[in-house]
């Protein structure tokens, strides 16, 4: 039989073109023409920052997906013909359709698609009166980072605001402190550093690195009262008694050594003379997690690399390691996943009531952080819990079900028992409620602001209803604990509403009918803040975990109110006389008051590393910003051009503190060296800027109760801000309505009637100052 090679023929290989086999894909281009030409980097704005900076924005033309399906004969590669005959090649685009002005989709430039891939584009009047999405699901982040930036992360709101998206994306103002920030970024690091030599990973290893029994017992002591009671991963007795027996040498196990080095880790972050110690701890039980010992399955391991994670989240608040989280959480996930832990444990066999319990426990601290990790970074939720059968815990002490327990606690123990258990069961169903919703916000068919506002409204209402009355807000504790766990569940909602609230307005042209959804956030922006000067006043302990645990809600809040500061002045239209009596003024001496307390508060932590200074240089842009919104008539170019100049120099002198103290403390002449920002850089001519005298009432960042923050209607009723209302105000309507009411404010003489629609009429003819 001859061999022919007839499957290799011409006819035959046109014939399999025929039945379906694909051309190549073309990657269609997503930067301008200029910037490709150049080689240079786009920013895929219209017009770019390139094409601006070289004065020729009228160039700065993109490539349409259309232009693709336009490929000139020469470039062909392959031509397959239906018939005999040859098709003629098709014709060249005109000038007009091949250098049409367009601005690449998020979702093309923030998920790596391409044009044909994805969904014509509409046009930006169509995008700003359509439904008005959540833009979650593909918020893009600077132009010199090309992982995506989703609507929780607490940079977000930065790119609606000029000057600091300018210096996010590197422009040409604030070149030259880029470059100082890169030389502070490299000496942070190497202050930073934590030397670390491998000691092994078997238990021989591990032991070298205990503390001295006495000192570790009181670093374990304080493990269980800070993280140890926000996160139920370690029972405290059977800890207790593996730690007696890892001491007394009758127990050598390198996963129970590890958890005992977690938790002293732990619980040196708050010290700042041990706190590299304890990272190398961490760095030590991290070289671990590799070896075959944790490669099984079980509780112990688990609770291992829970801890693990909570020390990673508290570094991730001083560090650029935030998503180094990533693989860990994945790992935790397998882990879990294999054992079952999200399932019910009486499908299991032979599983006793007290392992029962942990495994309830742990699989909901696990949920807990990472939907934290998830809300931080600005990436989706992972974890299905509509999949996942496992209960919540039950309000029990884990003591009781302990068989080796011996011995009872004094009554003031059993009470903080009964109230741990009670915030972690309301954390977890909290995290029911947060979870989904987050979910459908980073959805690609995420519904309507509308809708998942209406869904979450109905989810804290069903939780506020079951929170138990010591987690609510307004009540007082002498612990101080006890006050850090109510603020995680009032701080987690807070913020969570204002990250939906974010999705409405962000992204969207101004306009008057936005008042009453600014107010709102502003609201929420404003109890956060409050809040968390509250825990970082309790106590220099308290205000170490509040840092470690809120840092991106306070700055998410922070970033929130200068942007609805920016965008109320917009509205207002704001080249105006500034007096006392205006609503915008007002705001703006109050954020002002929040945000020079923020950076007082990051100029005492800006050396534990890039985060840290990262965020206190925001702070000082912003106050700078901030303090010079609100100005008398002036010309628009001239401001702001005054705008960029005063926060380039306040940006410069603040560096040049940092980097100044950092050589301080390398030479160990200053314990701990303060920066005193230039009050002319912050504030500069403040007579021009009449501020709003009212006694201090010692309630701390917002010097009164603040109705004025209170101006609108809040989205949960009064009940949910943690804050007590003025006497006398008076809420009328359903609880979730939008209803006009006024109050008077007695320091000031101040009255005020907030509505969503305008300034009613009898208002006006009642002599009452318009706010608005």
Known sequence: MALTFSH???????????????????????????????????DRESPCGQCKHRGIPSECVYSTPKDRQHIPRSRSRLRVTSSSSATSPSPQPSPEVHTQTHTPPD???????????????????????????????????????????????????????????????????????????????????????????????????????????????????????????????????????????????????????????????????????????????????EDCIHTPMFQKPCCDVVQVLLLLAVTKNILASETDKMYDLLALHGLIR??????????????????????????????????????????????QFGLRLDENDCPLPLPISLRTLDPEFEGTGGQQLEKQVENDI??????????????????????????????????????????????????????????????????TISISMTSFLSIIGLGGTLGTPAEVSQRGQLLE??????????????????????????????????????????????????????????HLQRTGCMFRDLLTKSLIFLQGLW????HLGVVAAKLNLLLAVS???????????????????????????AAEKLMADMMYGIQQRRQQEYPVPTIIMDPSLLMPNPAEYPTWEVPDTTLGLLAVPDPLSRASTPLLGPDFLPLDYPPGLDFSGSLYANNDFSFTIE??????????????????????????
């Open 603 to 606: 100029q005492t932590r800006y």
């Open 422 to 487: 009670q915030f972690a069961i309301a954390a977890a169903k909290l995290a029911q409620v947060i979870g989904p919703l987050h979910q459908a916000l980073y959805s690609p068919n995420a519904p309507s602001t509308t809708e998942i506002q209406a869904r979450l409204r109905d989810g804290f209402a069903r939780f506020l209803s079951e929170l138990p009355p010591a987690l609510r807000s307004g009540t007082r504790h002498t612990d101080p604990t006890e006050e850090l766990q109510q603020s």
């Open 8 to 42: 290799m023929s011409a006819d035959s290989f046109v014939e399999q073109q025929l039945k379906g086999r694909k051309r190549p894909r073309v990657r269609e281009a997503v930067s301008c023409w200029q910037c490709r030409t150049r080689k240079t980097r786009c």
């Open 623 to 649: 106050i700078n910003v901030t303090s010079n919104l609100y100005k008398d008539s002036v010309d628009p170019a001239i401001f702001r051009q005054t705008l960029f100049d005063e926060a380039a120099k």
């Open 107 to 285: 979702s093309c430039s923030s998920r790596g698609e391409t044009p044909e891939s994805t969904p014509a584009t509409p046009s930006p009047r169509e995008k700003h009166h359509g439904a008005n999405p959540p833009r979650g699901s593909a918020y893009k982040g600077t132009a010199f980072k090309t992982r995506m930036m989703g609507l929780s992360h607490w940079l977000a709101p930065c790119n609606e605001m000029t000057v600091l998206k300018a210096m996010l994306d590197h422009s040409p103002e604030f070149h030259t402190n880029r470059k100082a920030f890169a030389e502070l970024k490299a000496r942070l690091r190497a202050y930073n550093n934590t030397s670390y030599s491998p000691v092994g990973t078997d238990s021989i290893g591990l032991r070298m690195l205990l503390p001295e029994r006495q000192e570790c017992e009181s670093w374990v002591a304080k493990y269980f009262q800070g993280y140890g009671r926000i996160y139920g991963i370690l029972d405290q007795p059977a800890f207790a008694r593996d730690l007696d027996r890892i001491y007394a040498v009758t127990f050598d196990h390198p996963v129970h050594i590890c958890k005992i080095l977690l938790a002293v880790s732990i619980a040196m972050q708050s010290s700042g003379q041990e706190r590299h110690r304890g990272r190398r701890l961490a760095r030590a039980v």
């Open 521 to 578: 956030l502003w609201d929420n922006a404003a109890s956060l803040l409050h809040q968390f000067q509250s825990l970082c006043s309790l106590s220099p302990n308290m205000s170490n975990m509040a840092c470690q645990l809120f840092w991106t809600d306070a700055a998410r809040a922070a970033m929130a109110s200068c942007w609805i500061l920016g965008r109320l002045r917009h509205l207002d239209n704001s080249w105006i006389l500034c």
């Open 334 to 379: 397998d882990i879990t996943h294999s054992m079952g832990l999200h399932r019910d444990p009486a499908l299991f066999v032979e599983v006793t009531p007290y392992f029962a319990e942990l495994r309830k426990r742990l699989w909901w601290c696990f949920v807990r952080l990472n939907l934290d990790y998830s809300v931080r970074s600005g990436t």
């Open 747 to 772: 320091t000031g003489g101040i009255y005020q009637d907030n509505t969503i629609l305008g300034l009613p009429p009898f208002v006006e003819g009642h002599g009452l100052v318009p706010m608005w």
